[in-house]
């Protein structure tokens, strides 16, 4: 075993009792599971920076969620995170139990959009320095930027980035600003885990921004289902919705593209036409 995680570990009080056993999905950090005598942890090897702001991010959504489970962390020490292992159990989400802890979530508001440091979002550093508009941010720090960085690499072609670059000096014309609501930031359906004790959140990349943004990530490889959006809602959609939809799965999908490639062009190009088609 690594000695600085054998050093993280002997500083909290954790004696393992196995080797790591690495987990599926770790396709960004390494991830495994550890028996100690203390009980079953997870622990991640990744970039000293990413993990900070993993760790910041979930120490801040379980200060927040009070309807959602988020695991604790346990210890952070040069590129090891140790957090509680969560039990999972078979069988659907609790879409209603979702949709309220996410609207919940949604309602801890702050002074402007962004966060107080950068993150990342998968591998893709995630700018974060704080707007007081919203819609300014979704420009400045989310679709420029992750364009820019597309058609630098090759990824979009000129035509499309003008498409992505008009749509985001569009957004005064059509998108009310809106107080920031804080975010898990990566909200899709692998990060959300269903446990005995209701829908749990893991590996968020947190940041204050439009709440859609996290509604438009759990629609974007699937849906919740009715029942989730009627407890969101609770019966106050936007009549917009489709459009902001559209909208908050560009920065995703652009991230895709950056991280996986050309087969996620098209799925961007989709997502302009829709945001176009509205106006």
Same mark, same amino acid.
């Given at each position: 075993?690594?000695?600085?995680?054998?050093?993280?570990?002997?500083?909290?009080?954790?004696?393992?009792?196995?080797?790591?056993?690495? /987990?599926?999905?770790?396709?960004?950090?390494?991830?495994?599971?550890?028996?100690?005598?203390?009980?079953?942890?997870?622990?991640?090897?990744?970039?000293?920076?990413?993990?900070?702001?993993?760790?910041?991010? +979930?120490?801040?959504?379980?200060?927040?969620?009070?309807?959602?489970?988020?695991?604790?962390?346990?210890?952070?020490?040069?590129?090891?995170?140790?957090?509680?292992? /969560?039990?999972?159990?078979?069988?659907?989400?609790?879409?209603?139990? +979702?949709?309220?802890?996410?609207?919940? /979530?949604?309602?801890?508001?702050?002074?402007?959009?962004?966060?107080?440091?950068?993150?990342?979002?998968?591998?893709?550093?995630?700018?974060?320095?704080?707007?007081?508009?919203?819609?300014?941010?979704?420009?400045?720090?989310?679709?420029?930027?992750?364009?820019?960085?597309?058609?630098?690499?090759?990824?979009?072609?000129?035509?499309?980035?003008?498409?992505?670059?008009?749509?985001?000096?569009?957004?005064?014309?059509?998108?009310?600003?809106?107080?920031?609501?804080?975010?898990?930031?990566?909200?899709?359906?692998?990060?959300?885990?269903?446990?005995?004790?209701?829908?749990?959140?893991?590996?968020?990349?947190?940041?204050?921004?439009?709440?859609?943004?996290?509604?438009?990530?759990?629609?974007?490889?699937?849906?919740?289902?009715?029942?989730?959006?009627?407890? &969101?809602?609770?019966?106050?959609?936007?009549?917009?919705?489709?459009?902001?939809?559209?909208?908050?799965?560009?920065?995703?999908?652009?991230?895709?593209?950056?991280?996986?490639?050309?087969? &996620?062009?098209?799925?961007?190009?989709?997502?302009?036409?829709?945001?176009?088609?509205?106006?």
């Amino acid at each position: 075993m690594d000695a600085t995680l054998r050093q993280l570990l002997e500083s909290i009080k954790l004696t393992p009792s196995s080797d790591l056993q690495p /987990l599926s999905g770790g396709d960004i950090a390494a991830v495994y599971r550890l028996e100690t005598r203390q009980g079953q942890v997870v622990i991640k090897h990744d970039d000293a920076a990413r993990l900070r702001g993993e760790a910041e991010g +979930l120490r801040t959504l379980r200060n927040a969620c009070a309807k959602l489970v988020v695991p604790e962390v346990l210890g952070l020490a040069d590129g090891w995170l140790v957090i509680e292992s /969560l039990d999972t159990v078979p069988g659907p989400q609790n879409a209603t139990a +979702l949709g309220e802890g996410l609207r919940g /979530l949604h309602e801890v508001i702050g002074d402007a959009h962004g966060w107080h440091q950068d993150n990342a979002c998968g591998l893709t550093p995630q700018p974060n320095a704080p707007l007081s508009d919203g819609r300014a941010f979704q420009r400045e720090r989310r679709l420029l930027p992750l364009g820019e960085a597309c058609y630098q690499q090759g990824l979009l072609d000129s035509q499309l980035r003008g498409r992505i670059e008009r749509l985001a000096e569009d957004l005064e014309r059509w998108l009310p600003d809106a107080p920031p609501s804080l975010l898990h930031g990566d909200c899709w359906s692998g990060n959300v885990l269903t446990t005995p004790q209701g829908p749990a959140l893991i590996d968020p990349a947190v940041y204050r921004h439009y709440p859609e943004v996290d509604l438009a990530m759990l629609t974007l490889f699937g849906s919740p289902g009715d029942a989730f959006f009627d407890a &969101y809602w609770n019966g106050d959609a936007p009549t917009d919705w489709p459009r902001r939809e559209a909208l908050f799965q560009l920065y995703p999908l652009l991230n895709h593209l950056l991280l996986f490639g050309a087969g &996620y062009r098209s799925a961007v190009e989709r997502s302009v036409a829709r945001v176009e088609a509205s106006t």
